[in-house]
Protein backbone atom coordinates (compact mmCIF):
# COMPACT_ATOMS: atom_id res chain seq x y z
CA UNK A 1 0.00 0.00 0.00
CA UNK A 2 1.29 3.43 -0.64
CA UNK A 3 0.37 5.52 2.74
CA UNK A 4 -2.22 3.70 3.51
CA UNK A 5 -4.31 4.03 0.66
CA UNK A 6 -5.89 1.00 -1.42
CA UNK A 7 -6.24 3.40 -4.87
CA UNK A 8 -4.76 6.05 -6.65
CA UNK A 9 -6.75 8.15 -8.79
CA UNK A 10 -5.04 10.29 -10.98
CA UNK A 11 -7.64 13.42 -12.45
CA UNK A 12 -7.61 16.05 -14.56
CA UNK A 13 -10.27 18.13 -13.88
CA UNK A 14 -11.66 19.19 -17.22
CA UNK A 15 -12.26 15.51 -18.24
CA UNK A 16 -15.71 14.64 -18.60
CA UNK A 17 -14.66 10.25 -18.42
CA UNK A 18 -12.78 11.12 -15.63
CA UNK A 19 -15.57 12.94 -13.44
CA UNK A 20 -17.93 9.86 -14.52
CA UNK A 21 -15.34 7.32 -13.62
CA UNK A 22 -14.11 9.32 -10.36
CA UNK A 23 -18.32 9.51 -9.28
CA UNK A 24 -18.21 5.71 -9.58
CA UNK A 25 -14.96 5.17 -7.73
CA UNK A 26 -16.55 7.37 -4.90
CA UNK A 27 -19.40 4.60 -4.63
CA UNK A 28 -17.38 1.71 -4.60
CA UNK A 29 -14.88 2.98 -2.11
CA UNK A 30 -18.26 4.29 0.26
CA UNK A 31 -19.18 0.07 -0.04
CA UNK A 32 -15.58 -1.32 -0.09
CA UNK A 33 -14.04 0.83 3.14
CA UNK A 34 -11.43 1.43 0.17
CA UNK A 35 -9.13 4.57 0.59
CA UNK A 36 -8.50 6.97 -2.20
CA UNK A 37 -6.21 9.36 -3.15
CA UNK A 38 -6.83 11.91 -5.47
CA UNK A 39 -3.35 12.16 -7.58
CA UNK A 40 -3.07 14.47 -10.57
CA UNK A 41 -2.72 14.26 -14.24
CA UNK A 42 -2.83 17.26 -16.30
CA UNK A 43 -3.81 16.86 -19.93
CA UNK A 44 -2.63 20.65 -21.04
CA UNK A 45 1.05 19.51 -19.52
CA UNK A 46 0.61 16.03 -20.85
CA UNK A 47 0.35 17.95 -24.44
CA UNK A 48 2.60 20.48 -23.96
CA UNK A 49 4.25 19.88 -27.12
CA UNK A 50 1.39 19.80 -29.02
CA UNK A 51 -0.18 21.99 -31.94
CA UNK A 52 -4.08 22.46 -30.61
CA UNK A 53 -4.37 24.18 -33.64
CA UNK A 54 -4.09 21.48 -35.61
CA UNK A 55 -4.02 18.44 -33.68
CA UNK A 56 -7.44 19.25 -31.28
CA UNK A 57 -10.90 20.07 -31.75
CA UNK A 58 -11.54 24.06 -31.47
CA UNK A 59 -11.35 25.33 -27.39
CA UNK A 60 -9.25 22.29 -25.89
CA UNK A 61 -6.26 24.79 -25.36
CA UNK A 62 -8.71 26.85 -23.12
CA UNK A 63 -10.33 23.52 -21.64
CA UNK A 64 -6.86 22.29 -20.88
CA UNK A 65 -5.18 25.23 -19.90
CA UNK A 66 -8.05 25.69 -17.24
CA UNK A 67 -7.71 22.11 -15.75
CA UNK A 68 -4.08 23.17 -15.13
CA UNK A 69 -5.05 26.22 -13.80
CA UNK A 70 -7.56 24.25 -11.17
CA UNK A 71 -4.52 21.76 -10.82
CA UNK A 72 -1.99 24.39 -9.66
CA UNK A 73 -4.44 25.13 -6.95
CA UNK A 74 -5.32 21.76 -5.81
CA UNK A 75 -1.70 21.07 -5.68
CA UNK A 76 -1.06 24.22 -3.03
CA UNK A 77 -4.06 23.27 -0.96
CA UNK A 78 -2.28 19.68 -1.04
CA UNK A 79 1.31 21.09 -0.36
CA UNK A 80 -0.48 23.08 2.75
CA UNK A 81 -3.19 21.01 4.21
CA UNK A 82 -2.10 18.07 2.97
CA UNK A 83 -4.11 14.97 0.81
CA UNK A 84 -7.27 14.58 2.87
CA UNK A 85 -9.19 18.29 0.91
CA UNK A 86 -8.13 16.80 -2.43
CA UNK A 87 -11.48 14.27 -2.62
CA UNK A 88 -13.77 16.79 -1.88
CA UNK A 89 -12.22 19.82 -3.72
CA UNK A 90 -12.23 17.55 -6.96
CA UNK A 91 -15.68 16.75 -5.84
CA UNK A 92 -16.45 20.32 -5.76
CA UNK A 93 -15.20 21.01 -8.77
CA UNK A 94 -17.39 18.83 -10.81
CA UNK A 95 -20.52 19.80 -9.22
CA UNK A 96 -19.67 22.95 -9.93
CA UNK A 97 -19.02 22.46 -13.87
CA UNK A 98 -20.08 18.96 -15.05
CA UNK A 99 -23.08 18.96 -12.72
CA UNK A 100 -24.53 22.38 -14.20
CA UNK A 101 -27.56 22.92 -17.01
CA UNK A 102 -26.15 23.33 -20.63
CA UNK A 103 -26.47 26.98 -21.38
CA UNK A 104 -25.89 28.04 -17.91
CA UNK A 105 -22.66 29.78 -19.00
CA UNK A 106 -19.79 27.58 -17.40
CA UNK A 107 -18.03 26.36 -20.31
CA UNK A 108 -16.82 30.92 -20.31
CA UNK A 109 -16.07 30.48 -16.46
CA UNK A 110 -13.90 27.61 -16.40
CA UNK A 111 -10.92 28.28 -14.67
CA UNK A 112 -11.71 31.87 -14.01
CA UNK A 113 -10.71 33.46 -10.48
CA UNK A 114 -14.50 33.37 -9.87
CA UNK A 115 -14.96 30.04 -10.62
CA UNK A 116 -12.06 28.44 -9.03
CA UNK A 117 -12.73 30.91 -5.86
CA UNK A 118 -16.60 29.23 -5.77
CA UNK A 119 -15.35 25.62 -5.77
CA UNK A 120 -13.03 26.33 -2.77
CA UNK A 121 -16.01 28.00 -0.78
CA UNK A 122 -18.07 24.49 -1.95
CA UNK A 123 -15.29 22.70 -0.40
CA UNK A 124 -15.06 24.70 2.59
CA UNK A 125 -11.19 25.92 1.45
CA UNK A 126 -10.09 29.51 1.85
CA UNK A 127 -10.40 31.33 -1.30
CA UNK A 128 -7.20 32.89 -1.34
CA UNK A 129 -6.17 29.51 -2.65
CA UNK A 130 -7.39 30.82 -5.81
CA UNK A 131 -4.17 33.21 -6.38
CA UNK A 132 -2.16 30.10 -7.43
CA UNK A 133 -4.35 29.39 -10.43
CA UNK A 134 -1.76 32.07 -12.22
CA UNK A 135 1.48 30.36 -10.25
CA UNK A 136 3.58 28.10 -12.51
CA UNK A 137 5.98 27.31 -10.26
CA UNK A 138 3.62 24.50 -9.13
CA UNK A 139 4.18 23.02 -13.03
CA UNK A 140 7.40 20.79 -12.39
CA UNK A 141 5.13 19.14 -9.22
CA UNK A 142 2.37 18.25 -11.69
CA UNK A 143 4.38 17.26 -14.54
CA UNK A 144 6.37 14.86 -12.59
CA UNK A 145 2.97 13.60 -10.82
CA UNK A 146 1.76 13.46 -14.68
CA UNK A 147 5.03 11.32 -15.58
CA UNK A 148 4.42 9.09 -12.11
CA UNK A 149 1.05 8.07 -13.69
CA UNK A 150 1.99 7.35 -17.22
CA UNK A 151 5.73 5.34 -16.12
CA UNK A 152 2.54 2.65 -14.84
CA UNK A 153 0.59 2.35 -17.85
CA UNK A 154 2.55 3.68 -20.79
CA UNK A 155 1.84 6.60 -22.64
CA UNK A 156 -0.25 6.09 -25.24
CA UNK A 157 -3.24 6.75 -22.98
CA UNK A 158 -5.64 9.57 -21.59
CA UNK A 159 -7.80 10.36 -18.19
CA UNK A 160 -8.29 8.79 -15.57
CA UNK A 161 -5.12 6.77 -14.96
CA UNK A 162 -6.15 4.17 -11.39
CA UNK A 163 -3.31 2.10 -9.88
CA UNK A 164 -5.50 -0.30 -7.27
CA UNK A 165 -2.90 -1.62 -4.12
CA UNK A 166 -0.62 1.37 -4.71
CA UNK A 167 2.66 1.84 -5.66
CA UNK A 168 3.20 -1.78 -7.52
CA UNK A 169 -0.51 -3.04 -7.65
CA UNK A 170 -2.65 -2.90 -10.93
CA UNK A 171 -2.29 0.53 -12.99
CA UNK A 172 -4.90 0.81 -16.03
CA UNK A 173 -6.05 3.84 -18.16
CA UNK A 174 -9.81 4.07 -17.24
CA UNK A 175 -12.40 2.64 -17.40
CA UNK A 176 -13.85 4.84 -19.33
CA UNK A 177 -17.78 5.07 -18.68
CA UNK A 178 -20.02 7.31 -19.93
CA UNK A 179 -22.84 6.99 -17.02
CA UNK A 180 -22.09 6.79 -13.41
CA UNK A 181 -23.57 3.12 -12.19
CA UNK A 182 -26.21 2.63 -9.77
CA UNK A 183 -25.01 1.77 -6.21
CA UNK A 184 -25.84 -1.88 -6.86
CA UNK A 185 -23.69 -2.26 -9.55
CA UNK A 186 -20.84 -0.07 -8.63
CA UNK A 187 -18.95 -2.90 -7.13
CA UNK A 188 -20.02 -5.92 -9.09
CA UNK A 189 -18.50 -3.42 -12.18
CA UNK A 190 -15.29 -3.07 -10.02
CA UNK A 191 -14.79 -6.76 -9.53
CA UNK A 192 -14.85 -7.33 -13.19
CA UNK A 193 -12.56 -4.57 -13.88
CA UNK A 194 -9.79 -5.82 -11.46
CA UNK A 195 -10.38 -9.69 -12.14
CA UNK A 196 -9.54 -8.73 -16.14
CA UNK A 197 -6.72 -6.30 -15.54
CA UNK A 198 -5.25 -9.34 -12.97
CA UNK A 199 -5.01 -11.77 -15.70
CA UNK A 200 -1.44 -12.24 -17.56
CA UNK A 201 -0.83 -10.63 -20.35
CA UNK A 202 -4.07 -9.06 -20.65
CA UNK A 203 -3.54 -5.47 -22.56
CA UNK A 204 -6.35 -4.04 -23.71
CA UNK A 205 -10.46 -3.93 -24.37
CA UNK A 206 -11.56 -1.08 -26.03
CA UNK A 207 -14.26 0.19 -29.03
CA UNK A 208 -14.10 3.77 -30.13
CA UNK A 209 -17.72 4.11 -30.02
CA UNK A 210 -18.97 6.02 -27.24
CA UNK A 211 -22.53 7.26 -25.54
CA UNK A 212 -22.19 11.05 -25.12
CA UNK A 213 -21.21 11.44 -21.24
CA UNK A 214 -24.25 11.78 -19.25
CA UNK A 215 -23.64 14.63 -17.51
CA UNK A 216 -25.87 18.02 -17.13
CA UNK A 217 -23.55 20.62 -18.52
CA UNK A 218 -23.40 18.89 -21.81
CA UNK A 219 -27.44 18.62 -22.10
CA UNK A 220 -27.08 14.74 -22.52
CA UNK A 221 -29.04 13.35 -20.10
CA UNK A 222 -31.21 10.63 -21.99
CA UNK A 223 -32.20 6.98 -21.86
CA UNK A 224 -31.15 6.15 -25.50
CA UNK A 225 -27.78 8.19 -25.71
CA UNK A 226 -26.21 9.61 -28.94
CA UNK A 227 -23.33 7.06 -29.89
CA UNK A 228 -19.97 8.86 -30.97
CA UNK A 229 -16.78 8.28 -32.73
CA UNK A 230 -13.60 9.05 -30.84
CA UNK A 231 -10.25 9.01 -31.86
CA UNK A 232 -6.93 9.39 -29.88
CA UNK A 233 -9.61 10.61 -27.08
CA UNK A 234 -11.19 13.61 -29.13
CA UNK A 235 -14.65 13.16 -30.99
CA UNK A 236 -13.44 12.24 -34.71
CA UNK A 237 -16.27 14.98 -35.76
CA UNK A 238 -14.56 17.78 -33.85
CA UNK A 239 -10.89 16.99 -35.12
CA UNK A 240 -9.33 19.89 -37.30
CA UNK A 241 -9.68 19.21 -41.09
CA UNK A 242 -13.08 16.85 -40.17
CA UNK A 243 -14.72 18.80 -41.77
CA UNK A 244 -17.02 19.62 -38.88
CA UNK A 245 -15.50 22.25 -36.14
CA UNK A 246 -18.04 21.80 -33.78
Not at 23 to 34: D, I, N
Not at 113 to 127: E, V
Request: glycine share 10%; proline share 7%.
Amino acid sequence: MSDGYDIEFFWDPVCPFAWVTSRWVEKVAAQTGYKVDWRFISLRLLNKHKDYATEFPPDYEHFHGSGLRMLRVAAKVRAELGREPMGPLYAAYGQAYWEQEKGSGMRQRLGTAAHISDTLAAAGLPTTFAAAADDTGWDAELETETELALSRTGRDVGTPIITFEPPDGLSFFGPVISRVPSDADAVTLWNAVITLARFPGFAELKRSLREVPQLRLLGALSDTPEQQDWQGGRRAEALPGAGNEG
